[in-house]
């Protein structure tokens, strides 16, 4: 059976919060493992400083030195998606940020936050927390799934749900799952497989 020389395709992840970039390349590499390299870009920069003017004088320099091939730009809208203010404020941080980076970004804006991914997929929460945080038809209308989370969690024997456990969490989503229950997610999703074929 012949082997594919083909090199994997790097993808720089750029987001607001260590634990979400984390968690993130534990899911890529879950569905496209052969495919890709994942690291992350701006390491240090949380939250708003993301998108702020330090980081866009900083991208161009590590893209430079870094060369990826595709770069992920994931935040959380912190609203839901009829906010519309606030969809054309992430968009325009995207925007900024895909300017530094050679028009190679894909965009990864989290309805409410990252936590609606775990909601969508939610039996390998209450496992781990042995807790019982009820499935929703659609993860994009929770408000505040990461209070919902911790509320669920509360009781259980591992204690309250923590951002710092994103990346454990990922490692037993089932990326299908996420791709059938969150619309955002399989917008990217498509998305990101398109430039990997390109």
Do not use: W
Request: proline content about 5%; aromatic content about 8%.
């Amino acid at each position: 059976m012949p082997t594919s020389n083909k090199k994997p395709v790097r993808i720089g992840l750029l987001g607001e919060s260590p634990n979400d970039t984390a968690a993130l390349k534990v899911l890529l590499q879950q569905r496209y493992a052969e495919r890709i390299h994942v690291f992350a870009l701006l390491k240090n920069l949380k939250a708003d400083k993301v998108a702020g003017l330090k980081a866009l004088r900083m991208l161009p320099k590590v893209y430079a030195s870094e060369r990826p091939d595709i770069v992920v730009f994931t935040r959380d809208l912190d609203a839901l998606a009829s906010d519309t203010a606030q969809v054309m404020k992430r968009q325009q941080e995207f925007d900024d940020i895909n300017g530094c980076v050679g028009g190679k970004g894909i965009f990864l804006l989290h309805i409410y936050e990252f936590e609606a991914l775990i909601m969508a997929h939610i039996a390998p929460f209450n496992a781990l927390y042995t807790c019982v945080c009820k499935p929703q038809a659609d993860p994009m209308r929770i408000i505040d799934p990461k209070g919902e989370l911790r509320k669920a969690s509360r009781k259980g024997k591992r204690g309250e749900y923590s951002e710092n456990d994103c990346e454990e969490i990922c490692r037993r989503l089932d990326y299908t799952e996420l791709v059938k229950n969150c619309t955002y997610f399989r917008r990217f999703d498509q998305e990101f497989a398109n430039r990997l074929l390109k």
